[in-house]
């Protein structure tokens, strides 16, 4: 099964441009298309047709664009058995998580659609004193097109959380879906062309790195990308040669937090769905718990019970690794912390598997193990006591990663949240912040930068228009060479009142 494995990823990623490959079920290895590897030229094409078509979508406006969303919306809801049975053939994940994945993918279209114009449309701004002949307005006008790296994680969800808020500023989008959910991708594209008409407006290509490189070359006005830190430095490189710009949404190694007056029972069984859930495949899943000493034991203790009934296998509740070569990095961070001293209270380097690893709580950890210090993308949790919530934040901040956190406390929690070096922070639950769809979404340090979602989310692909526009002339001659001696002392006597105290 291993070298049936290896033979898939050389196929995924030897494949020529101008050559195909195929994309496979990660629990079975049957096989799900065959796709196209597109050459830069091919790219190139893409791209200028989605340039051509972008001008009018920006001029039919924010209401039109509303109606075109929302239609989007509903198809997603209405089609959601269909692209539900994709997302667990293709990704892996259960019927149950690519159901919620749909509902979140839906919401968020919703909100952009609903808020573009609030937010990016013309508002008038003061002019303060100095400059009270003028009428003041800003507005976000689009950049134009924006290139989509997608991620397979969340292959929905993650393409729709940049391309619906960019859609709905008035940009065209061309994604090049992971190699490992390119049918997805395909999905996705056609379900818009079906109800906006234009296939220009959201395009997908199909390919590896070569093909996400040839993307970044293209001339797209920005990139977003969400993958592993390696890829995003390719990614920032090969953007670098073009001064394209780029969000970065490169991973993380998440914690929780869970002080001595927590629902000791609550947290437990969020860290487990946290850890868990899609085989530990999310960029913001819970890999690492400080829990304060006074109830570790009872943490732990409920944590290991709960773990015993989420087992990984055809049919259970953990699915299998969607990318085979995840399976060698799990294996090497479990020995890693193995030969360091840790214990495995469940799963460990015996419950790795050809497809599937079962859920792995790991204890005794120190701080300098890869498990801790890089991102693992399994069904891993690292539990460690702490002597007060100071220790577990020195901890938590150590690593230079910063996506996403939890906080399980009472008296304590805003304080924690805000500690945490986080782009996100959700206290007595997971992950709460991505189904916020008004929330912004990134990370800080290695994590990366830039926001998706909410109205950051929906500025991110537009550029800042200041517009000003005299009312009547100034009593004060000040961008004139015909300036007077009085007009410079009215100036200075007005600074001094307004600026000059305290």
Not at 109 to 132: C, H, Q
Request: hydrophobic share 45%; charged share 20%.
């Amino acid at each position: 099964m291993i070298e049936k494995q290896s033979s898939v990823v050389d196929e995924r990623f030897s494949a020529r441009v101008g050559e195909t490959f195929r994309s496979f079920d990660p629990a079975t290895g049957a096989v799900i298309g065959t796709y196209p590897v597109h050459t830069a030229v091919e790219v190139n094409e893409v791209v200028q047709r989605s340039r051509e078509a972008q001008p009018s979508w920006a001029e039919i406006g924010f209401g039109e664009r509303k109606r075109i969303l929302t239609s989007w919306r509903s198809a997603l809801i209405k089609r959601r058995d269909e692209v539900v049975d994709l997302l667990h053939a293709e990704n892996g994940k259960s019927l149950e998580d690519a159901t919620i994945e749909v509902i979140v993918a839906a919401q968020h279209i919703d909100w952009a659609a609903k808020n573009a114009r609030k937010v990016l449309g013309p508002r008038r701004t003061a002019s303060g004193l100095f400059m009270m002949n003028q009428r003041a307005t800003v507005e976000y006008q689009p950049l134009g097109v924006i290139g989509v790296l997608g991620p397979w994680d969340f292959p929905l969800f993650g393409p729709v959380g940049t391309a619906a808020y960019a859609l709905a500023g008035g940009n065209t989008v061309v994604l090049k879906h992971s190699e490992y959910t390119p049918q997805v991708g395909e999905w996705l594209a056609d379900s818009f062309r079906r109800v906006a008409g234009d296939d220009r407006l959201l395009h997908t290509i199909t390919g590896a790195d070569a093909t996400g490189e040839a993307l970044c070359r293209s001339g797209v006005d920005k990139i977003s990308f969400t993958g592993s830190l390696p890829t995003a430095r390719n990614v920032m490189s090969a953007c670098a040669e073009t001064l394209t710009p780029m969000l970065i949404d490169a991973g993380a190694t998440d914690v929780m937090l869970v002080d001595e007056d927590a629902d000791v029972a609550a947290a437990a069984d969020a860290a487990v769905w946290g850890a868990m859930s899609n085989a530990g495949q999310v960029c913001i899943s819970v890999e690492r718990a400080y829990v304060h000493e006074q109830v570790y034991a009872a943490f732990v203790s409920k944590v290991v019970e709960l773990v015993g009934t989420v087992k990984a296998g055809v049919g259970q509740p953990v699915g299998p690794i969607t990318m085979p070569e995840q399976v060698a990095v799990v294996r090497r961070h479990l020995a890693d912390a193995h030969e360091r001293g840790s214990r495995a209270l469940t799963g460990g380097l015996d419950g790795i598997g050809d497809r599937y690893i079962q859920p792995t709580v790991l204890v005794d950890v120190p701080e300098d193990a890869l498990v801790i210090r890089e991102e693992t993308f399994g069904p891993v949790l690292v539990v460690t006591a702490v002597a007060d919530m100071d220790e577990a934040l020195a901890k938590t901040n150590a690593t230079g990663f910063g996506l996403g956190g939890a906080v399980f406390a009472r008296s304590r929690a805003m304080e924690l949240a805000r500690r945490m070096r986080s782009g996100m922070t959700s206290i007595n639950s997971v992950v709460a912040y991505a189904g916020v769809p008004a929330l912004p979404y990134g990370g800080v340090g290695r994590s990366g930068f830039g926001r998706i979602h909410g109205p950051d989310g929906l500025r991110e692909w537009t550029a800042a228009k200041a517009i000003t526009r005299q009312r009547f002339p100034s009593p004060v001659r000040t961008t004139t060479f015909t300036r007077r001696p009085v007009d410079n002392r009215m100036l200075a006597t007005l600074a001094r009142i307004l600026y000059g105290r305290g």
